[in-house]
Every structure is written in structure tokens, then in C-alpha cells.
């Protein structure tokens, strides 16, 4: 079944504002398989597995809550919560375009995306270390995961504590991720033990 498409009209205040046309994965106006990137299809095969009950990775949620948010943004003409739903896609340049006020954290976002996935700063302790019995976090974090369209793909949003600088990879060095890993799993277990407190 195809649904009609959905007529969009911009205000000229949208317009300059620099609401993008056309929107992407509108789940009003299914585009043509031509049209449709890997990424837009991605984006619609995850809405339609929502709007089933699928269970899906906290990743996977997080990007249809950014959708959805889209979409009612648009609707309610709401530029700062479109460029957040935006940036939570990963697409940068459409974000800066709605909410020029992010455009320096886009542009930052942009420079980390584009970066080789195994590049990594000249700061020192980029390793978990242990100093007489301490562990000692490593300068180099991950912030989120973020989804990253132009590689159809989650990655690692990795930043240096010492000079900011920051990397979207994929597939980052080992040790991030292994950090990243073990972090997450010891929240997890402190959870766990809270609830059985
Ligand atoms: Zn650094």
C-alpha cells in the first residue's frame, strides 16, 4: 500500500531559516526505491519495526526517538528541536542549516566524521593506566554513539579530555572500545546491585 505523499510548504521564515525542503524519512511519503539511500532506507525499516513492538538495541531507539522528534519538530515549526532530532541522525550540515546557533558544534561533528577512524591526538595517557592501585582513566573517551549515515552505520563519538579534539569512528582503536565496553558493563553491575539493595 502506498500512502499519499504528504505536501510540505515552507513559510518564507522557514525558508530562510533554512528548513530543508524536502524532508528525509518522512514516514507520511514513503520516496522511491531510487531515491532512497541506504541510510534513508535504514531509517524507515527501523520506524516500521517501532511502530511494530520490535525489540530494538538502545542505539536503534535513540535514532527513532530522533525521527520521531523530527517529525513533530517540522511540525510545530520548532528549529532547535529539529537540529537536535538532526544532529541525533548524524546529519550535521542539515542541523547547522536549521539552527544556526550549533553551527561550530556541527561543524566540529563534521571534521570528526570525515577524520580517519584510526586517528588519534599527540596527548599522552591515551591508555587505562593504573598508578599504585588506581586506575586511571584513559584522556580519550567515548561521549555517545552516534549514527553516522554516510556509513550506514553507529559509531564511537571519542573525545581528548586533554585538547577536545574529537573522533566519529566506526571502528576506533581497540583500547577505546575495550575502555568504553568495561565502563559501561561496571554501570550496569552497580545498577544491578542498587536494585537489589
Ligand atoms: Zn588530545
Known sequence: MTLPAKEINLTDEQKQKGFPEKPFADPFRPPDEEEL????KYSARLLELAAHGARLTPEEHDLV???RHEESARLNNDH???ASALIAQGRFEEAMAADPERAVECDQ???ARDRDDQD???CPD????????THVAPSEYVVRRQYVPQRNNFAYLIRCNECGQLNLAVTPHHAITQYHSDRMRAIAFEKANFKKK
Open 37 to 40: 539511500t541506504a541510510a534513508q
Open 65 to 67: 526517538l530522533a525521527l
Open 80 to 82: 532547535k528541536m529539529l
Open 109 to 111: 561533528l563534521i571534521v
Open 120 to 122: 588519534r591526538c599527540d
Open 126 to 133: 591515551k591508555e587505562h593506566q593504573e598508578i599504585h592501585g
